[in-house]
C-alpha cells in the first residue's frame, strides 16, 4: 500500500520548508500525529509521508483508505532531514493552502476579528491564532509585513487552531479597515498611547482588535486609522507586552463583554 519516497519527493519536501516554494506551489507542510489528523477535516492533504520507524510501532489501519499513490515511507535518517523538529514523530502530511476571503469573517451581524499588523514572530504569530480560536474569533488578519502563516513554527504554535477559522495574509492594512469600516465594525487598537482602557470601551458589538509588532507596536499610520486606542493597564516594571500576551487580554474581555450582554 505504502510507496518508498522518491529523489524528487524528497526534494520537493525539502524545498516546502521555504517561504518562496511554499508560495509558488500553495502547498504547506503539517508535522506530528495530531495535527496530521486535525488538518485533514478541514484541508486537502495531496501526500502522507511516513518514517519507517513510525510505521514499525504504529497502527497504520487508519489510513488504509487512503490511495497509495499519496502514501510514501522514507528511512528514519532521511525523514529527519525532511523535518523541521528536533525530534521528529515520523509522521507529516503535505497540504494544500486554503484562500479565505473577507466574507468568510464578516458572517455575521456583530464580527469578532483579529487584526496583526507586521506580526514577525511566528510564535506569537500562532499564539494569536489559538488564542482567537479559543474566544471564537470569526477570523485571523495579517497585514503584508507579518510572517508567513504557513511556516512550520507558526503551525506548531496554533495547536491545531489553523484547521478552524479564517485565516487572511498579505493584506494591505489600509484595505482591511476600510473594507471593516464598511461593515460598521470598530477597530480597536492596543497602544501605549491609549487613553482608554479595555474595560471602559464597549466591545459587545462588531469588533477587531488591532496588533502591532513586538518590537515597535502599532506604526503610527495604524494608530491614525483606529476608533479608538486602548492601553492594557500594567502595574508592574515591565514596559510592554507581547502582540500575543497583549492580544490575549483584549480578546477575553471581548468575550466577557459578549458573556455578560
Known amino acids: 500500500m505504502i510507496q518508498s519516497g522518491s529523489k524528487n519527493l524528497f526534494k520537493k519536501l525539502v524545498r516546502l520548508n521555504d517561504k518562496k516554494a511554499r508560495n509558488e ?8 500525529e495530531k495535527f ?6 478541514g484541508f486537502d492533504i495531496t501526500e502522507y509521508i511516513f518514517s519507517e520507524g513510525y510505521l ?8 488504509d483508505h487512503l490511495n497509495s499513490n499519496i502514501c510514501h515511507v522514507f528511512s528514519d535518517d532521511d525523514f529527519a532531514r525532511i523535518s523541521d523538529t528536533v525530534t521528529p514523530q515520523g509522521i507529516l502530511a503535505v497540504v494544500k493552502q ?3 476571503s473577507f466574507n468568510d469573517i464578516i458572517s455575521n451581524d ?3 476579528i483579529i487584526i496583526g499588523e ?9 499564539t494569536v491564532i489559538r488564542t482567537a480560536d479559543a474566544c471564537g474569533c470569526d477570523g485571523v488578519v495579517f497585514t503584508e509585513q507579518s510572517a508567513d502563516i504557513y511556516n512550520p513554527k ?9 484547521c478552524h477559522l479564517p485565516v487572511i495574509q498579505g ?5 482591511v479597515v476600510s473594507i471593516l469600516k464598511q461593515h460598521q465594525v470598530k477597530i480597536i487598537a492596543a497602544s501605549l498611547k491609549g487613553e482608554f482602557l479595555p474595560y471602559d470601551v464597549n466591545l459587545s458589538r462588531g469588533v477587531a482588535i488591532l496588533l502591532g509588532n513586538e518590537s515597535g507596536g502599532l506604526t503610527i499610520e495604524a494608530e491614525e486609522m483606529a476608533d479608538v486606542l486602548v492601553k492594557i493597564p500594567m502595574v508592574g516594571k515591565a514596559e510592554s507586552l507581547n502582540a500575543s500576551v497583549a492580544g490575549g487580554v483584549l480578546m477575553y474581555e471581548v468575550v466577557r463583554q459578549r458573556l455578560m450582554s
Open 110 to 112: 456583530d464580527p469578532f
Open 36 to 41: 496530521v489528523k486535525d488538518i485533514g477535516y
Open 118 to 126: 507586521n506580526i514577525n514572530d511566528p510564535g506569537n504569530m500562532g
Open 171 to 175: 493584506q494591505s492594512l489600509l484595505d
Open 56 to 63: 514499525a510501532k504504529n497502527d497504520f489501519a487508519a489510513f
Open 25 to 32: 506551489s500553495g502547498l504547506f507542510v503539517v508535522e506530528g
Open 98 to 100: 486554503k484562500t479565505y
Open 154 to 162: 507558526v503551525i506548531r504554535s496554533t495547536a491545531g487552531s489553523l
